[in-house]
């Protein structure tokens, strides 16, 4: 049966009428539409709201108008809550015809059908069809799919968001304040503003108020541990990572990867990537990531995500891989591919808003909430270069703020001069924030000029903020060395070190990428000297890959 057909509901109280009727119906219908039918009132309103959770479409009713539970025009009339559209039929006997002719009027009654209606070429269908083509004239599809219902400027829709757009699931965005049909899936399920978010599932199921593990369980992701041991774990999911994984699976290595928020990284969140070999038009980072994750997951690798990792130890020569809900996975290697976070802003009022007007990195999901909108972006780096010009698109105009002179020596040549040609976006140099003010999100920005100190209080409905990078190294508590920000020193970098010489126990050198803990090795811009560059990640990533090789075959 096609799933994606519309339904028509039929309801009778006595089993042999409704078993009549779905028999003609069927026979004529069957192609077109779905029919469902049942003989008690609150099993078919159960069902609506079921269909309706899933965005089902039911193109009529057909109720018998005397049932003991409730009268059909009364049927009717809550049918309508859910299914405005839907033509409406009442089943009567000839004594009922007064009532139908009432409900006309009352449930703006389609048509009313006395029984019997044998033949049904005659009497049902020449009627049917001409209401269900009527039906069909005005009909448009419903979004099919994961609809997440909230507010435009709460960081916990946000971060729904976030999370559905990073794993490339499709969902429908329902603003509670300015859309109709999430008022409707909120009073149909009794639900009211302080349960948002909410995200309906395809199965007619919803949560409200969820944790990302909790959707993530929903739509089958964060699938459990297969293996007592791999052969190496990976930890991050961007492009060194991902190469990472596809290298040690292709190379026949029982490969886990783990990611904290959804596979891609910072690359994922690229608006256009516009460097990467092979690809002479450029790639935005969410196809890459689409292409990468397929790659991996063919050749097989195991993915975990959502689920971060929060501790790595040593134990009888295996390292065991501690994640967030403490699961412990065992595995003889490891390659870290955490990457970078971006700095947070602390000036006065940012942390306050944000996920609610002020976003770090480059928040696609929220690019097109920002139409008509005046944008800010502090940072001169390619990635708030990328950010302006994909948000000029939507904004009415974009701001960018630095601290410089100008972009010459943080920005590539390219985006500078593509910056330079749009006319919405403006760049405000020797300028920095001194303050972020708004009710419950960003409402303005106080600017100061950096020479002069002159303050200047500016409209701003979206702040996104680029500066800066802070490794993902924090959590590591093994002695694995680190610069002084935090990036991880590998291979010859070490022997620089003072604390290398105490760690380091092996008769060998540490290999290109391996960190100051044998069988721990480090790829991407998570490391030390890193190119900070999505090619080079993913080389790095696969250089990884081999020696973990040679690690695996001392240790045998
Ligand atoms: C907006 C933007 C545009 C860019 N454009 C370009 C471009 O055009 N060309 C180019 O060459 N480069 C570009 N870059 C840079 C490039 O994206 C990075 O150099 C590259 O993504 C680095 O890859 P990575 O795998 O080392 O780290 P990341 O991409 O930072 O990935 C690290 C991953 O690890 C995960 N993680 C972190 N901690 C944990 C943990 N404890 N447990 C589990 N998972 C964890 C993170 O969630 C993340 O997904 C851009 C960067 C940005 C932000």
């Known amino acids: 049966m096609n799933q994606n057909l519309p339904y028509i509901l039929c309801i009778d109280d006595d089993p042999q009428v409704l078993r009549a009727l779905v028999r003609d119906l069927k026979s004529q219908y069957r192609e077109q539409y779905r029919i469902i039918s049942t003989t008690v009132i609150s099993e078919a309103l159960e069902s609506l709201l079921e269909l309706r959770n899933k965005g089902e479409i039911v193109a009529m009713f057909i109720s018998d108008q005397r049932m003991p539970e409730m009268e059909g025009v009364d049927f009717l009339e809550r049918a309508m809550e859910y299914y405005p559209d839907a033509r409406r039929v009442l089943l009567t006997a000839y ?25 049904p070429e ?59 049909e999430a008022g409707k899936l909120m009073s149909l399920n009794n639900l009211s503003q ?49 190469a990472a994984g596809v290298y040690g699976a292709s190379e026949g290595l029982k490969t886990l990867l783990i990611e904290r928020r959804a596979p891609g990284g910072q690359a994922g969140t690229s608006s256009r990537i516009e460097n990467y070999l092979g690809f002479p038009s450029g790639l935005s980072g969410s196809e890459l990531t689409r292409r990468a994750i397929a790659q991996a997951t063919r050749l097989g690798t195991e993915f975990i995500t959502p689920q971060s990792v929060k501790d790595i ?98 920005m590539s040549a390219y985006l500078i001069e593509q910056i330079s040609g749009v006319a919405n976006i403006t760049l405000h140099p020797k300028t920095e924030i001194a303050e972020a003010k708004g009710s419950d999100r960003l409402g303005q920005l106080i600017l100061c000029n950096i020479d002069t100190k002159e303050q200047q209080e500016v409209h701003a409905d979206a ?30 970098d070490l022997h620089n070190c003072e604390a290398f010489k105490r760690i380091w126990k092996q008769d060998r050198d540490p290999y290109l990428l391996e960190t100051s803990c044998p069988g721990i090795f480090a790829a991407g811009d998570v490391r030390a000297q890193a190119m900070n560059r999505v090619a080079a990640a993913v080389g790095e990533g696969s250089m990884a890959i081999s020696f973990v090789h040679k690690y695996l075959s001392e240790v045998k």
């Open 463 to 492: 702040l996104y903020i680029f500066i800066g990078a802070k490794p993902f190294t924090d959590w590591i508590a093994l002695d694995i060395i680190k610069d002084e920000k935090g990036f991880i020193k590998t291979g010859g």
């Open 313 to 410: 130890k040593q134990k009888d020569g295996y390292k065991k891989v501690i994640l967030e809900d403490g699961t412990e996975i065992n595995t003889r290697a490891v390659i870290i591919t955490t990457g970078v976070d971006y700095r947070q802003l602390e000036t006065k009022g940012v942390p306050d808003f944000t996920g609610a007007g002020v976003y770090y990195g480059a928040a696609m999901t929220e690019a097109s909430a920002c139409t008509g909108m005046e944008v800010y972006i502090v940072g001169g780096g390619n990635s708030a270069g990328q950010a302006a010009m994909y948000l000029s698109k939507f904004a009415k105009n974009v701001h960018i703020i630095i601290r410089r002179e100008d972009l010459s020596s943080t």
């Open 122 to 180: 005659e009497r049902l269908y020449p009627v049917l069809d001409d209401l269900l083509g009527n039906w069909q004239s005005v009909y448009r599809p419903d979004f099919r799919g994961i609809k997440v219902v909230g507010y435009q400027f709460s960081p916990k829709s946000h971060s729904v968001k976030d999370f559905l757009a990073g794993n490339l699931i499709p969902y429908q965005w329902l603003d509670v304040q300015s859309s109709e």
């Open 95 to 119: 004594s009922d015809t007064d009532a139908a002719i009432k409900a006309i009027n009352s449930v703006q009654l389609d048509y009313y059908l006395v029984k019997p209606w044998s033949p």
């Open 194 to 242: 302080k349960d948002v978010p909410l995200v309906f599932f395809e199965d007619g199921t919803f949560l409200s108020n969820p944790s990302i593990i909790d959707i993530a369980h929903k739509v089958g992701l964060n699938p459990q541990v297969k293996l007592d041991v791999y052969d190496v774990v990976i930890i991050g999911a961007g492009p060194a990572g991902l």
